[in-house]
């Protein structure tokens, strides 16, 4: 059922990720479009129950499309993972005239969402994480900046492997997921790409590949390895011991997760924020906006959080042919 709202909020949750200000900056301007009133709440849902909560107008957003990071800050928070907590929090949007909020975020901020619309604040959820790994959305705000920055660093040790020859092992973020394993792998021309929903664990067949391709002439071997696999350094070790080919590993880390936005996380990032400002305007709740099929939509936040999906399978064939 409909219900009208008059004042919104806003708030990040969970990791950051590059575009979630151009998400941001969409919701404040679209709500204002709308003739309703923005609140900005800090910190996520540990702001919310701190009441760390500012007006926001369209100047507030002013200067920020184009900068990484959330403006509005971001935490988890494990008091709203309670009944307790969350009753707390929507008591509070109600003391602050909040009747309806966008949380931009992963599966458990949606999870934090959806019980906030059961308490009767209207709530709409923004996918927002590097990681991809949102099975109703084939996009999430920060993943294609993400890949780029991984894809560049790759790149730089890839230089530095083939001047001496060296095997990398180079693991990128993605939490249990290995989206950002696979496009890098794909891009960087990956000799393997490990990823969490496809790896059995078979180092040795690992090793004889990596000693095929130098009889091959191969100059370098990179490996790409989730984060959801890790254990880059030990395996290293394990790899130069047992093919005598120098080994380093790196880990890319938190870099993949700051800088500019590129320009697909800025306009997706922009379509969606106005999207859930609109549902808002139109009364809805407990929906969640998400990129499928080529196409912007949007779905009831508990079906979409029992979706499931996986890494596709021609992607992952394809990118193992193309080094062979
Ligand atoms: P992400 O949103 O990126 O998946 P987290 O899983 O850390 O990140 O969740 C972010 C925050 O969402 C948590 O710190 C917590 O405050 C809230 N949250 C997570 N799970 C739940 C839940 N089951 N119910 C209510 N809130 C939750
Ligand atoms: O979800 C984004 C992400 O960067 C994951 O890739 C990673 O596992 C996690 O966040 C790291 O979180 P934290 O900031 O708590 O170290």
């Known amino acids: 059922m409909a219900k009208a709202v008059k004042t919104i909020g806003v708030l990040t949750s969970g990791g950051d990720a590059p575009g979630m200000n151009a998400a941001i900056r969409a919701v404040v301007r679209m709500a204002i479009n709308k003739g309703l009133k923005v609140k900005g709440i800090m910190r996520g849902y540990a702001g919310l129950l701190d009441e760390e909560i500012i007006d926001m107008d369209t100047t507030s957003v002013s200067d920020i499309i184009n900068t990484g990071g959330t403006i509005l800050y971001t935490a988890r928070c494990k008091e709203f993972t309670t009944p307790e907590g969350q009753q707390k929090g929507a008591d509070?949007?109600?003391?602050?005239?909040?009747?309806?909020?966008?949380?931009?975020?992963?599966?458990?901020?949606?999870?934090?969402?959806?019980?906030?619309?059961?308490?009767?604040?209207?709530?709409?959820?923004l996918p927002g994480t590097i990681d991809l790994d949102i099975a109703c959305t084939d996009y999430t705000i920060g993943?294609?900046?993400?890949?780029?920055?991984?894809?560049?660093?790759?790149?730089?040790?890839?230089?530095?492997?083939t001047?001496?020859?060296?095997?990398?092992?180079?693991?990128?973020?993605?939490?249990?997921?290995?989206?950002?394993?696979?496009?890098?792998?794909?891009?960087?021309?990956?000799?393997?790409?490990?990823?969490?929903?496809?790896?059995?664990?078979?180092?040795?067949a690992l090793i004889n590949r990596i000693i095929e391709n130098r009889k091959r002439g191969k100059k370098h071997n990179i490996i790409i390895n989730a984060e959801g696999i890790g254990h880059s350094g030990s395996m290293a070790k394990r790899i130069e011991a047992a093919t005598g080919i120098e080994t380093r590993a790196t880990i890319l880390g938190y870099m993949q997760r700051g800088g500019m936005p590129t320009c697909k996380d800025r306009v997706y990032a922009s379509i969606m924020g106005a999207t859930a400002a609109k549902l808002l305007a139109e009364g809805k709740s407990n929906r969640l906006v998400a990129y499928r099929h080529g196409e912007f939509v949007d779905y009831d936040i508990q079906e979409a959080l029992n979706m499931t999906k996986d890494i596709p399978e021609d992607q992952y064939e394809i990118a193992k042919a193309l080094v062979r």
């Not at 003391?95 to 009767?120: C, M, Q, T, Y």
Request: glycine letters at 14%; a negative charge; charged letters at 25%.
């Open 92 to 125: 509070i949007c109600r003391k602050h005239g909040i009747d309806g909020i966008v949380v931009i975020g992963g599966d458990g901020s949606f999870r934090g969402a959806g019980k906030l619309s059961s308490l009767g604040i209207n709530t709409i959820g």
């Open 143 to 161: 993943f294609d900046t993400a890949v780029n920055t991984a894809m560049e660093a790759i790149d730089k040790i890839r230089d530095t492997s």
């Open 163 to 204: 001047s001496h020859e060296r095997c990398s092992i180079i693991e990128v973020m993605g939490r249990n997921a290995g989206y950002i394993a696979l496009w890098c792998g794909i891009a960087n021309g990956a000799e393997d790409i490990l990823l969490p929903e496809r790896y059995d664990g078979d180092e040795q």
